[in-house]
């Protein structure tokens, strides 16, 4: 159907593969489920027309929607936290099982507050936990999960000696074995 979304040519307009010109390869076109096209009946404009410029613009215009659309459909957001500080290094990421991570880290009156928390969106899960500076484990435990959000957090402070310290964070959930790990630099 001409002009329809699901059409490949109402995102890339007019194309025959030329190099250095973005476009759709064969691969992308199979992962879409769009037919494979052979280029017949299609035509290329002159490198360095204004026709050209404009096939340019359209297909990086087209790039940029679809990018867009498919962060929103694969749930992608990327936010500064609002009520992080300026000295604040934050480390966000996804668990084995899809659940998220966060770990923070401040210096604060002579130490790195590090502060570790997974969010399960479920109450009453029990997790293992470890946190290590510049890889030596300086706190673990077990914590449950608890309302509202189902998540926990722990909070700890380690040295800030001089330099640069890597942080790290680890947990294990004790039924279901999901793993979450991150670590950053400060």
Do not use: Y
Not at 47 to 67: K, L, Y
Not at 87 to 101: L, Q
Not at 130 to 153: C, E, L, N, Q, Y
């Amino acid at each position: 159907m001409e002009g329809s979304l699901g059409a490949p040519e109402a995102l890339w307009g007019t194309f025959i593969a030329k190099p250095g010109v973005p476009g759709p390869s064969v691969g992308f076109r199979a992962a879409l489920g769009w037919p494979q096209s052979s280029g017949a009946g299609r035509r290329a404009s002159l490198p360095g027309t204004e026709e050209d410029d404009m096939f340019s613009i359209r297909n990086a215009a087209a790039i940029g929607t679809a990018t867009a659309a498919l962060m929103v459909v694969a749930g992608v957001v990327v936010t500064a936290p609002a009520s992080a500080k300026s000295t604040d290094v934050i480390k966000t990421g996804t668990c084995s099982a899809g659940h998220t991570f966060k770990l923070k880290a401040k210096p604060d009156n002579g130490a790195l507050e590090v502060e570790w928390e997974v969010d399960q969106n479920r109450n009453g899960q029990v997790w293992t936990w470890a946190i290590t500076h510049d890889g030596v484990t300086k706190a673990s435990g077990r914590a449950t999960t608890k309302a509202p959000s189902g998540s926990f957090s722990v909070t700890r402070r380690v040295v800030n000696a001089a330099g640069v310290h890597t942080i790290s964070g680890a947990a294990r959930n004790v039924v279901t074995g999901e793993i979450c790990r991150g670590a950053l630099r400060i």
